[in-house]
């Protein structure tokens, strides 16, 4: 049953992005088409700003669905009624906190932005942002229990639906009005559709949580409370590294360079979701796992998951130093091109993070929070500091310069060094040397692998997008083959294939 939910989710993850990757793509070239640079900076900059506003939640959401998984899968309907009522009454405290605060930087708003970006009604549109943000908190905590059961599937096909309609919608209005307001304003109204049409489901589907009364026990309270104390250290930790590289570059460099990265971030981004939709996915059964299972277990699906997520992002940061630029070239104009230094730094972000995500999966299902909690400060000490400073002299690549820095000095080695000593306990030492082991040779592996295959298809042209879609192939396959043949004989490749062909004959026997 656990594989069969994970399956159902990871078809509709992938179909949905599918759609919903092309349409944004789309959407955003119709953006720079009617709209300049400067509206893309606004863009990335208000996300930030709402980002760490944000903050206001402290992990709540984390923390009880962890403590979700063992009352779903004993089926315990009260308890999950006094936890769903907690996350409730959270939620609309930190909605109002949200919208407090967000409505006090309103007056401040140009001490964030480098000149005069010469945009119309800037404090309207931040307003809009941050309504929309705040909507979002009223019913998404609804959605938790859809995580917990492993049902994120039925999330997903509601919310691909909902933003494959608004997208069109969103185009069309650019094309005919250019008008960035009407533009937003079908953002909230998606965002609003897709809560209410989310909620209707967990309503109708769990009818036993209108009549939950009460709130969890003491003990359940005060375990929770721990959590959300160290997830609060991890949300202030993301959101430093991650969410301040637009306020960077518009205090220090200026919009128009937030606005050439937000396409290279629309890229990643999409990525980026591609693979939640598959965290998602997996999140669930990962925590169900450690929730019924022994040790040995837990870690041999840990090294399979950890491998798969290394195959998936070495292939696309191998892919993404090839081909970030003409692709951006073709689809947005040679305006919007960073240079090959910034654009490797991107890209060795993108690597870095992903191969974190295997000890961050088994972490939050594990409720590991508490032992890690000190790793975000220090991370976002160091990446403040050093993005600071080399913004000031190389400006964009000196910001990107300090994510990397923070990311190898603390990430690299205390997460890892958590989840071993603290998670799988069984000899935890030889495991994590072995983890560091496998990270320096599948890095270089995957670097090589990259290198050969770029070489393979160097010689055909990237002037045009058939072209391109060309060179892509004979860059993919060439990689398949480098990494099929440098990891065939592995344990946990052979446990990939052997999955994947039980799910193929599982499909054929359906048909």
């Not at 990335?44 to 984390?62: E, K, M, R, Y």
């Not at 699906?301 to 292939?315: D, G, P, S």
């Not at 860059?475 to 344990?491: H, N, P, T």
Request: charge should be positive; aromatic fraction near 14%.
């Amino acid at each position: 049953m656990r594989t069969k939910k994970t399956v159902m989710n990871l078809i509709a993850g992938f179909g949905g992005q599918l759609i919903g990757g092309i349409l944004s793509f789309v959407a955003r070239i119709v953006f720079v088409k009617f709209l300049s640079a400067e509206y893309l900076g606004v863009n990335g900059l208000f996300s930030n700003i709402l980002a760490i506003l944000a903050l206001s939640d402290l992990g709540i959401g984390t923390a009880i669905v962890y403590s979700l998984y063992e009352p779903v899968a004993k089926g315990d309907e009260d308890a999950i009624c006094r936890l769903m009522n907690l996350y409730k009454y959270a939620y609309r405290v930190i909605a109002l906190v949200i919208f407090v605060m967000g409505t006090a930087i309103c007056p401040f708003l140009n001490v964030f932005i480098k000149g005069d970006p010469g945009i119309e009604h800037l404090r309207v549109i931040y307003m809009m942002y941050l309504l929309d943000v705040v909507a979002s908190y009223l019913v998404a905590y609804k959605t938790t229990i859809f995580h917990a059961e492993q049902k994120i599937y039925v999330r997903l096909i509601i919310e691909q639906i909902v933003n494959a309609v608004r997208i069109i919608f969103q185009i069309v209005v650019l094309a005919l009005t250019g008008n960035f307001i009407l533009y937003l304003l079908l953002q909230i109204i998606g965002s609003l559709f897709t809560n209410l049409w989310v909620s209707h489901e967990v309503d109708k589907t769990h009818p036993y949580l209108k009549h939950g009364r009460g709130l969890p026990d003491k003990k359940t309270t005060k375990d929770i409370i721990k959590n959300v104390k160290a997830m609060s250290m991890h949300r202030l930790g993301t959101v430093i590294v991650q969410g301040t590289d637009n306020m960077l570059m518009s205090v220090f460099v200026g919009l128009t360079s937030v606005g050439i990265y937000s396409n290279y971030n629309l890229i990643i981004s999409n990525v980026n979701t591609l693979f939640y939709k598959i965290y998602n996915a997996l999140v669930g059964g990962v925590g169900n796992l450690v929730a019924t299972e022994e040790d040995e277990k837990i870690y041999e699906v840990y090294r399979t998951i950890e491998f798969a997520l290394y195959l998936f992002f070495a292939f696309v940061s191998a892919g993404l130093i090839c081909f970030f630029n003409p692709v951006v070239r073709i689809f947005f104009g040679e305006k919007y091109l960073f240079s090959m230094p910034i654009v490797a730094c991107i890209v060795i972000n993108f690597y870095i993070t992903g191969m974190r995500q295997a000890n961050l999966m088994f972490r939050d299902a594990m409720g590991l929070f508490w032992y890690d909690r000190y790793k975000p400060v220090a991370e976002s000490v160091i990446n403040l500091i050093v993005s600071v400073y080399l913004v000031r002299h190389y400006e964009v690549i000196g910001i990107f310069i300090g994510t990397i820095v923070s990311s190898l000095t603390v990430d690299f080695w205390v997460e890892p060094y958590v989840l071993m000593k603290y998670g799988m306990k069984t000899d935890w030492k030889k495991r994590l040397k072995k983890y560091f082991a496998l990270y320096g040779i599948r890095t270089v592996t995957a670097a090589a692998a990259g290198a050969v295959s770029w070489m393979a298809c160097c010689k055909i042209p990237d002037r045009n997008l058939l072209w391109i879609i060309v060179k892509i192939m004979v860059f993919s396959a060439v990689y398949l083959l480098c990494m099929a043949a440098a990891f065939s004989r592995k344990r946990e490749f052979q446990d990939i294939v052997r999955r994947a062909g039980e799910l193929v004959k599982r499909i054929l026997k359906k048909k």
